[in-house]
């Protein structure tokens, strides 16, 4: 036996060896590098902001994925998020345009609810993450996805908008329907402020509308929901007109049930008048 080209063999097979284990072992990492938005911004007005990502690990991402990105509202500069950040938005940009030590730069549309209180805030994105908290990614480094950004004051918005429902009735006439049968309800969207409605962003909803099966003519969100639809933005005396989609869901019980309709049921809307945002439509008999 050649002892030098023996040595030499396996000196090659160890050197393959280990380049596979390290290919193996080659990770992205998605990092946030640059956050900025405006310095103002209001509840129930969407804003905007501009985030680069980029994939400073010695892999890829993903070809066939994409890799999300959410931006949260913080009262402090922590790069920890925590129960007292609010998740204002988020998006994800094409896995191609992040291979080993490149990046990327993106608008994403952002919206702070009703809810959100007022105040001082910073910016504060996660990379490989949605408002959900759901990553996608296994990376080198899992501790540096977050990046903290502007500072932005939050403030009630001044926007005068009221929006209404009404109902008419199911598609077909229909008088009788059973569990599990599905139909249309005829819905009317308006607007009555001088001011436009905000809709939905990219990422996230401003408003929400409901339908709900009740046994008695007060419509409230304890009733049966039957369905729901993420609303588009209103303009001043707008009506938006559209057939609901609904299922009368299995095992409701047999009897008779009102339809209805609330407008913003989760109430993350800043409206002149919150007391008209419910419809009641007409009576069907389920069994």
């Not at 925590?82 to 990046?103: E, I, K, R, Y």
């Not at 019980?253 to 439509?281: R, S």
Request: net charge negative.
């Amino acid at each position: 036996m050649n002892l030098k080209r023996y040595i030499q063999g396996f000196v090659s097979v160890a050197v393959l060896m280990v380049a596979g284990i390290s290919a193996a072992h080659a990770q992205p990492d998605l990092v946030i590098t640059q956050l900025t938005g405006p310095a103002n911004a209001a509840t129930s007005e969407a804003f905007v902001a501009t985030v680069t990502i980029a994939n400073q690990g010695s892999s890829d991402a993903d070809l066939f994925n994409s890799v999300s990105y959410a931006v949260y509202l913080s009262p402090d500069q922590s790069a920890t998020i925590d129960a007292n950040d609010t998740c204002v938005g988020w998006s994800f940009v094409d896995s191609a345009l992040l291979t080993a030590g490149s990046s990327t730069t993106a608008d994403v549309a952002l919206f702070a609810d009703a809810s959100v209180p007022t105040g001082n805030y910073y910016l504060v994105a996660v990379a490989d993450m949605d408002c959900q908290g759901y990553s996608k990614y296994a990376e080198s480094n899992e501790n540096n996805n977050v990046l903290v950004g502007d500072p932005i004051t939050l403030s009630s918005s001044t926007l005068q908008y009221d929006l209404t429902i009404t109902l008419d009735g199911v598609e077909g006439g229909l008088k009788k329907m059973s569990p599990g049968d599905y139909g249309r309800l005829d819905t009317y969207l308006t607007n009555l402020g001088p001011d436009t409605a905000p809709g939905r962003t990219g990422s996230k909803s401003a408003y929400l509308v409901a339908w709900y099966l009740s046994t008695d003519t007060t419509i409230d969100t304890s009733d049966i929901r039957i369905g729901s639809y993420s609303g588009n933005s209103l303009d001043a005396d707008e009506t938006f007109r559209f057939w609901a989609d609904f299922m009368i869901p299995v095992g409701t019980p047999n009897g008779f049930y009102y339809f209805g309709a609330i407008v913003d049921y989760t109430e993350i809307l800043n409206e002149t008048d919150e007391t008209n945002n419910v419809a009641l439509g007409d009576l069907i008999n389920i069994r």
